[in-house]
């Protein structure tokens, strides 16, 4: 009779995320957001205006090490 409560859930789940969304989802800056868009090709697809996001996405980056910080210049380079 009514509606399939994890039909709906998967529903929601799979609806794009704004800036602010996706920055407070990830804990961070929605000016970091910015910056990993540009310098870190964080996921993120343009639509007019406004950045959207998938969360399955920006999960899949993360896990991949796409928001870890850059220690290019404390990297291991043999030097002693």
Do not use: C
Not at 18 to 32: F, M, N, P, Q
Not at 48 to 67: I, P
């Amino acid at each position: 009779m009514g509606r399939d409560p994890v039909r709906l859930e998967s529903v929601m789940e799979d609806r794009w995320l704004s800036v602010d969304e996706i920055a407070a989802y990830l804990g961070i800056k929605r000016d970091t957001v910015y910056k990993w868009i540009s310098e870190k090709q964080m996921p993120a697809h343009r639509m007019g205006r406004l950045w959207k996001f998938r969360k399955e996405e920006v999960d899949e980056w993360v896990k991949t090490g796409g928001a870890a910080e850059s220690n290019s210049q404390n990297s291991d380079t043999g030097k002693k």
